[in-house]
């Protein structure tokens, strides 16, 4: 279960006054205790008094862009998490904002309850954050990986297509650690937290049907980058970091978000973006049933030096023949 709002203070910005009311009675359901502003002008003021925990923002207000009001919040003391809120043809401005710090992005016409769900999950977040900078880092940081990733399943569930995904991806990335030599502790972590990023990006995008819009596609590959970021600002050692930023490359180069090249991609970023596609195959689409296990070592064979690197691959295939539960 996400934590719930109880207690929270969330400043909600929206000059459509219909729909600032509308999350505000959501959220107020859950406990929040919520302030509003219709423009710029009034959003500024009470940003400065540092008294919230929550901005969630309209990409698009009178006297102030969502964008520009972000980058007031960071600037606070003590900044509050930010989800921004965009409708048709604002997704680049979302996907903008994600880059330079927001939280998370939903899409209008807004579904309440998704709404409130990723509340909860960035305010956890900001609250672990909080305790991790008041504790030993060192320390702190792999429970507190632990915990995020129990936030990351509890998102999982609620979407039909990817509950138990990161749960499945770490189980195959830890029978791949032997084999390919690698710490079999730090790419549990790391696979079971990979997807962090994926808070940000509103469901109706992820499964859209067919190919996703341009400005989706570019909200989907900023992911990687975010849950990076997050994990960084926990405390997370630097190669769990790096495995979740470089997780979606390609060994020919055709990944995203930096278009790294074999070996350039850390080692275990590319055991983990091999345990990630073999447990995506494994599980059902919006668009496809999920794969047998034929289906899903033929893709191994024929992604080999394209998608995954000859070590990878062959190592899937292997666990695959000996234990081909783990592709169910």
């Given at each position: 279960?996400?934590?719930?709002?109880?207690?929270?203070?969330?400043?909600?910005?929206?000059?459509?006054?219909?729909?600032?009311?509308?999350?505000?009675?959501?959220?107020?359901?859950?406990?929040?205790?919520?302030?509003?502003?219709?423009?710029?002008?009034?959003?500024?003021?009470?940003?400065a008094t540092g008294a919230h925990d929550l901005v969630l923002c309209d990409v698009q207000i009178p006297g102030r862009t969502g964008l520009e009001l972000l980058d007031?919040?960071?600037?606070l003391v003590d900044p509050p998490a930010v989800i921004l809120m965009a409708g048709d043809g604002e997704t680049g401005a979302a996907a903008d904002g994600l880059r330079r710090g927001a939280d998370g992005y939903v899409h209008k016409p807004l579904d309440l309850e998704l709404l409130a769900h990723e509340a909860g999950a960035v305010l956890e977040l900001r609250r672990l954050r909080a305790t991790v900078e008041a504790a030993n880092t060192g320390r702190a940081a792999g429970p507190t990986l632990l915990v995020v990733g129990e936030i990351?399943?509890?998102?999982?569930?609620?979407?039909?297509?990817?509950?138990?995904?990161?749960?499945?991806?770490?189980?195959?990335?830890?029978?791949?650690?032997?084999?390919?030599?690698?710490?079999?502790?730090?790419?549990?972590?790391?696979?079971?937290?990979?997807?962090?990023?994926?808070?940000a990006v509103p469901v109706t995008?992820?499964?859209?049907?067919?190919?996703?819009?341009?400005?989706?596609?570019?909200?989907?590959?900023?992911?990687?980058?975010?849950?990076?970021?997050?994990?960084e600002r926990l405390g997370a050692d630097r190669v769990i970091v790096a495995a979740v930023a470089a997780?979606?490359?390609?060994?020919?180069?055709?990944?995203?978000?930096?278009?790294?090249?074999?070996?350039?991609i850390p080692p275990m970023a590319r055991a983990l973006g091999t345990a990630?596609?073999?447990?995506?195959?494994?599980?059902?689409?919006?668009?496809?049933?999920?794969?047998?296990l034929d289906a899903v070592l033929k893709e191994l064979r024929e992604g080999r030096l394209t998608q995954f690197g000859e070590a990878e691959a062959e190592a899937a295939e292997q666990l695959l023949l000996r234990s081909p539960e783990l592709a169910r």
């Open positions: 279960m996400l934590p719930p709002l109880a207690g929270h203070r969330v400043l909600v910005v929206d000059d459509e006054r219909a729909i600032a009311a509308a999350v505000v009675r959501r959220l107020e359901k859950g406990g929040a205790l919520c302030a509003v502003a219709h423009s710029g002008a009034e959003a500024e003021a009470l940003l007031l919040a960071l600037r990351v399943n509890a998102f999982e569930k609620a979407d039909p297509y990817r509950a138990g995904f990161s749960s499945r991806t770490a189980r195959i990335a830890v029978a791949l650690a032997q084999p390919l030599g690698l710490n079999p502790e730090l790419l549990a972590l790391a696979a079971r937290v990979h997807d962090v990023g994926m808070l995008e992820q499964h859209a049907e067919g190919p996703l819009a341009r400005a989706a596609q570019h909200l989907v590959r900023v992911h990687p980058t975010l849950g990076a970021r997050w994990i997780h979606h490359e390609r060994w020919d180069g055709g990944g995203y978000p930096g278009g790294l090249v074999g070996e350039d990630a596609a073999v447990a995506a195959m494994a599980g059902p689409r919006s668009y496809r049933e999920r794969f047998e």
